[in-house]
T-cell receptor, first 116, second 117 residues
């Protein structure tokens, strides 16, 4: 149980286009989802926290107009990278917290974004 | 703000031997959780072990155990009988205790563990 999926696993796009990444909790309801960015050989950097039905809370330095987060249901959150540039190329990871297991956080397998 | 420090960027251990990864943290909170996560080459984050701050007993999960020193704010991970599959990046993480569920994890910089056959 407690599986989080991400789609797509890899995406390559042209500079200036927008890319949407989906994060789904497959067998539990996630009241809270988190989006991270990870650079090679580095730690996870939290980008934003989203609660179902509410606006996302962004970390300092993260452009909310560039990284649009929607958490429309208890099992789905999306991250849209708008007007992507090569510097947005990175590994994006989502995680979800089960509403009944407040201390546990389950991670998706990540999405590799490459912007040409 | 809470900080998590992992002072060992890289560690290596002979297969079947024991290795200890260090982690220290800084917080003024009394209610919190500490975690060790493993990130293998697949990049999937896997929870290794969890410790609640209010528990004095050190957490254990099979070959993995922690040495939780609350006063010293230290939380080390011991891996016994190291196996090739243990090779990964290990992250120590802190989370403040809360009933609301949206408290975020603060990660350390990670320790890359290599297993020598």
């Amino acid at each position: 149980g407690a599986v989080v999926s991400q789609h797509p696993s890899r995406v390559i796009c042209k500079s200036g286009t927008s890319v949407k990444i989906e994060c789904r909790s497959l067998d539990f309801q996630a009241t809270t989802m988190f989006w991270y960015r990870q650079f090679p050989k580095k730690s996870l950097m939290l980008m934003a926290t989203s609660n179902e039905g509410s606006k996302a809370t962004y970390e300092q330095g993260v452009e909310k107009d560039k990284f649009l987060i929607n958490h429309a249901s208890l099992t789905l959150s999306t991250l849209t990278v708008t007007s992507a540039h090569p510097e947005d190329s990175s590994f994006y990871i989502c995680s979800a917290r089960d509403r009944h297991l407040q201390y546990e956080q389950f991670f998706g397998p990540g999405t590799r974004l490459t912007v040409l | 703000a809470q900080t998590v420090t992992q002072s060992q960027p890289e560690m290596s251990v002979q297969e079947a031997e024991t290795v200890t990864l260090s982690c220290t943290y800084d917080t003024s909170e009394s209610d919190y959780y500490l975690f060790w996560y493993k990130q293998p080459p697949s990049r999937q984050m896997i929870l290794v072990i969890r410790q609640e701050a209010y528990k004095q007993q050190n957490a254990t999960e099979n070959r993995f155990s922690v040495n939780f020193q609350k006063a010293a704010k230290s939380f080390s991970l011991k891996i016994s009988d190291s196996q090739l599959g243990d090779a990964a990046m290990y992250f120590c993480a802190y989370r403040r205790g809360s009933n609301f569920g949206n408290e975020k994890l603060t990660f350390g910089t990670g320790t890359r563990l290599t297993i020598i056959p």
